[in-house]
């Protein structure tokens, strides 16, 4: 590779070391090193699994378990068996922890508005900082059940809409389309899936049902940040694999000629090319899917 290819990435990991303060011995103060920090971070925000601690945060056993004795010394982590598999091990903040944890956020918060503030355009900064994370984060990205009227899903079928609005030549209104019913899109009829980045949502799905073994598939979207990585063909995959276990066996869908990445993935993963099967003024492009038995 060019070495000042090589170089220019090299540059960009000392700076983000330096910046989170990586070789600090008293990360943001609080008198112990980004490691420990990050482990008490992530028991802080729910990941009470030993083995998921670790793997979330790509440690080892062994250094795991050194971190969670540092922070059991402090009075600020204690760690149980698991309620359900007495092999497993679960941990929890203590009362300490929680307000350490709390103290952490803040302190975070506004290290990240700092960042932020010092550049004279923000909003190109935070892009450039999700597509690097989305890259960094692909093999941890997972796909997971969710309501369709959370907020996270909310957000999501939002950015989608503001991106046909965008990208179709007439423009595009939710209140004109056949937008699903949400209980259409929970079990036993259908199913809304997220693809989650590190606690953030960068993808959506829905399978909209009504109790036949027909079904079609909704609302297909990716952040432009994690696009490139084979997340919308997994996010098919996956709406495929829901749909076989709701006993759904044919799947259909419908979208526009302005989204050809799109009809391409469709056209590529088994979709054919299907007459109109609905009088949604927006789509002008329908396919069908026979799913074969898992």
Request: glycine letters at 8%; one cysteine or more.
């Amino acid at each position: 590779m060019d070495a000042d290819v090589i170089a220019r990435v090299r540059r960009f990991n000392r700076a983000v070391t330096v910046e989170v303060g990586a070789l600090d011995t008293s990360f943001l103060g609080r008198g112990r090193p980004l490691g420990a920090a990050r482990v008490l971070n992530s028991i802080g925000r729910g990941i009470a699994d030993v083995g998921r601690l670790r793997e979330s945060l790509g440690l080892d056993s062994g250094l795991t378990s050194r971190l969670l004795r540092g922070l059991e010394a402090e009075g600020l982590v204690e760690t149980v068996a698991h309620p359900d598999d007495a092999r497993r091990r679960v941990v929890r903040l203590t009362r300490t922890g929680q307000r350490e944890f709390r103290a952490y956020e803040k302190l975070s918060d506004d290290q990240a508005g700092a960042i932020l503030a010092r550049h004279p355009h923000p909003e190109t900064l935070l892009a450039a900082m999700d597509l690097i994370a989305c890259a960094l984060l692909r093999d941890r990205t997972v796909v997971e059940e969710a309501h369709p009227k959370g907020e996270p899903a909310r957000a999501c079928l939002k950015a989608y809409y503001d991106e046909l609005a965008r990208r179709f030549a007439s423009g595009f209104d939710v209140a004109r389309s056949r937008d699903p019913d949400a209980a259409d899109m929970i079990p036993p009829r259908g199913t809304f899936l997220l693809a989650w980045s590190d606690g953030l949502p960068v993808g959506c799905v829905g399978l909209k049902g009504d109790g036949r073994d027909l079904a079609e598939v909704k609302r297909l979207w990716v952040a432009p940040a994690a696009r490139g990585q084979g997340l919308a063909r997994r996010l098919m995959a996956a709406i495929e694999d829901a749909a076989r276990e709701l006993g759904i066996r044919v799947l259909r869908l419908d979208t526009n000629s302005a989204l050809p990445e799109a009809i391409e993935l469709y056209r590529k993963t088994g979709w054919v090319d299907i007459p109109r099967f609905n009088d949604d003024p927006y789509p002008d492009a329908f396919f069908e899917k026979r799913l074969q038995a898992g």
